[in-house]
């Protein structure tokens, strides 16, 4: 398996812009994560989708955020309109079920200038 | 909200010499992972404890959960450069996990 897959790496857009990150997680798995990732925060739980239905998306930072997953085997996560202070590391992860270890795609990488 | 707290935060050492990093919290949890992380890349589970007590051996490396399930620590025998990175303790918690900040190794050869 390739592990869960996240796209774009990078992506540098200017405020205002709207952002789509994509997350591919592993086959079979039926929980996905969205973790923003900063060095003053750390890893920041945003939602977390259960047999692709949104179960708890307290963490979300407010109504600019949106994550849908239409389907087992892909999640976006959009951000409009962007703003500087969303500058983060954002990471898609997937699980077997709770209580299983979570395996974490390499991240987004998102500078919004 | 569940907090995890680490120490130290950052750890700089020789390669050979021996470390202990700390997970605290004033919650319990039903579990307890483990994760490193290195740079540019997502967080790779090490180890997962559950019982009150438990303590796991990988290698070089000990996990021990708290009598209370409350704490955890992390104890490297002869650190290697090869451990270097950011070491993450999470509990589980509603089906979803809350991270520490962690504390990033540094093994200098």
């Known amino acids: 398996d390739a592990g869960v897959i996240q796209s774009p790496r990078h992506e540098v857009t200017e405020m205002g812009q709207e952002v789509t990150l994509r997350c591919k997680p592993i086959?079979?798995?039926?929980?996905l994560f969205w973790y923003r990732q900063t060095m003053m925060r750390g890893l920041e739980l945003l939602i977390y989708?259960?047999?692709?239905?949104?179960?708890?998306d307290s963490g979300m930072p407010e109504d600019r955020f949106s994550a849908k997953m239409p389907n087992a085997s892909f999640s976006t996560l959009k951000i409009q309109p962007s703003e500087p202070r969303d500058s983060a590391v954002y990471f898609c992860?997937?699980?077997?079920?709770?209580?299983?270890?979570?395996?974490f795609g390499s991240g987004t990488r998102l500078t919004v200038v | 909200t569940q907090l995890l707290e680490q120490s130290p935060q950052f750890l700089s050492i020789q390669e050979g010499e021996n470390l202990t990093v700390y997970c605290n919290s004033s919650?319990?949890?039903?579990?307890l992972q483990w994760y490193r992380q290195e740079p540019g890349e997502g967080p790779v589970l090490l180890v997962t404890?559950?019982?009150?007590?438990e303590v796991k051996k990988l290698k070089r490396l000990t996990f021990q959960f708290g009598d209370a399930r409350k704490d955890s620590s992390l104890h490297i025998t002869a650190a290697q450069p090869g451990d270097t990175g950011l070491y993450l303790c999470?509990?589980?918690?509603?089906?979803?996990?809350?991270f520490g900040k962690g504390t990033m190794l540094l093994v200098s050869p």
């Open positions: 919650s319990v949890f039903s579990s």
């Open positions: 989708f259960n047999n692709n239905v949104p179960i708890d």
């Open positions: 992860a997937s699980s077997l079920a709770a209580g299983f270890g979570y395996t």
């Open positions: 086959s079979g798995h039926n929980s």
């Open positions: 404890v559950v019982t009150g007590g």
């Open positions: 999470a509990g589980e918690g509603y089906s979803t996990l809350t």
